[in-house]
């Protein structure tokens, strides 16, 4: 499975952006999909994710009521829209996905990992 994401910029301190990630390959989609993200010198931070059908949608505290993650599983592929975003919000952004049923913020539980997308907001 290969995970492709997109959608990374410079955005002023406010405004909104949205992340895409698109999964190809493999005889299916990946179960789970979601975010992990990280800052210069800091570790690999979980964002958002959620399961296939969507009963299952978790945010990261530091994002909790600003982002919000959804699927298109037609077209195999996980949204973040991004609101509110703060400086601190700058990382690379990875897309993240696995075919177990659940949701983790351990990036260790992830088999597969998108190339990363830079996210940068200037106050």
């Known amino acids: 499975v290969q995970l492709q994401a997109s959608g990374g910029g410079l955005v002023q301190a406010g405004n909104s952006l949205r992340l895409s990630c698109a999964a190809s390959?493999?005889?299916?989609?990946?179960?789970?999909m979601g975010w992990f993200r990280q800052a210069p010198e800091k570790e690999r931070e979980f964002v958002a994710g959620l399961n296939w059908s969507g009963d299952i949608i978790d945010h990261g505290e530091p994002v909790q009521g600003r982002f919000n993650i959804y699927r298109d599983n037609a077209k195999n592929t996980v949204y973040l829209q991004m609101n509110s975003l703060k400086p601190d919000d700058t990382a690379v952004y990875f897309c993240?996905?696995?075919?177990?049923?659940?949701?983790?913020?351990?990036?260790?539980?992830?088999?597969?990992w998108g190339q990363g997308t830079l996210v940068t907001v200037s106050s």
């Open positions: 390959g493999g005889t299916s989609s990946p179960n789970v």
């Open positions: 993240v996905g696995d075919r177990s049923m659940r949701v983790s913020h351990n990036p260790d539980h992830y088999a597969y």
